[in-house]
């Protein structure tokens, strides 16, 4: 079964910094593209950026909102994602999620498992 | 503001039939990407209902059907259950420089 757990979140100051973690298991971790997907308290899902295997040449791609301040990361031996957030704003305050594409066969670009979510609250 | 639109809220009665609409553009639905469906259940994460347009993944009811025509698509859901009220969201890519994967805004369901 596809387990994903999210941490690293909590309270982050405007321009400040925080790490968030995903940890995976339960399936070829190495094999899969994982994507960060947020949603602002009470809104919408928007996503964040998406980092490819490493088979799959490690490709990053960012939404424009985040281009430039958010880094998206992999730890392949330690089945662990990693976004670092920099240069933090108000408006980045939300549930972040973590989620696998192309682990149930159902296609590269669906996201097929979602993990729970950790909460970020950017405030001063 | 979305560039996918759905309906901010759709309703019905148990047993009933009801459709979500998700309208894109010509550089996205109608650039011929894929449509997926997510539910997110209150207090809970997104999870696939639909993928590929009109597919369904193992475990998901016969219930659930996504269509798909020009720069839109529909999800319909039918024999209506008091545990399908949940919020659904649409999702597609789009070709704009800025944009990558696109979400609709999402519509509440709310089962009479």
């Known amino acids: 079964e596809v387990h994903l757990v999210e941490s690293g979140g909590g309270l982050g100051k405007p321009g400040g910094s925080l790490r968030l973690s995903c940890a995976a298991s339960?399936?070829?971790?190495?094999?899969?593209?994982m994507s960060w997907v947020r949603q602002a308290p009470g809104k919408g899902l928007e996503w964040i950026g998406r980092?490819?295997?490493?088979?799959?040449?490690?490709?990053?791609d960012y939404a424009e909102p985040v281009r430039g301040r958010f880094t998206i990361s992999r730890d392949d031996s330690k089945n662990t994602l990693f976004l670092q957030m920099s240069s933090l704003k108000t408006d980045d305050t939300g549930f972040y999620f973590c989620?696998?594409?192309?682990?149930?066969?159902?296609?590269?670009?669906?996201?097929?498992?979602w993990g729970q979510g950790t909460l970020v609250t950017v405030s001063s | 503001q979305s560039v996918l639109t759905q309906p901010p809220s759709v309703s019905g009665a148990p047993g009933q039939r009801v459709t979500i609409s998700c309208t894109g553009s010509?550089?996205?639905?109608?650039?011929?990407?894929?449509v997926h469906w997510y539910q997110q259940l209150p207090g809970t994460a997104p999870k696939v209902l639909i993928y590929?347009?009109?597919k369904r993944p193992s475990g998901v009811p016969d219930r659930f059907s996504g269509s798909r025509s020009g720069t839109s698509a529909s999800l319909a859901i039918t024999g209506l259950q008091a545990e399908d009220e949940a919020v659904y969201y649409c999702?597609?890519?789009?070709?704009?420089?800025?944009?990558?994967?696109?979400f609709g805004g999402g519509t509440k369901l709310t089962v009479l």
């Open positions: 999702q597609s890519y789009d070709t704009t420089v800025s944009l990558f994967v696109l």
């Open positions: 010509s550089s996205n639905l109608g650039a011929d990407y894929d």
């Open positions: 980092i490819k295997s490493k088979s799959d040449g490690g490709r990053i």
């Open positions: 590929g347009d009109n």
């Open positions: 989620a696998t594409q192309g682990v149930d066969g159902i296609g590269w670009y669906v996201f097929d498992n």
């Open positions: 339960g399936f070829t971790f190495t094999n899969a593209w």
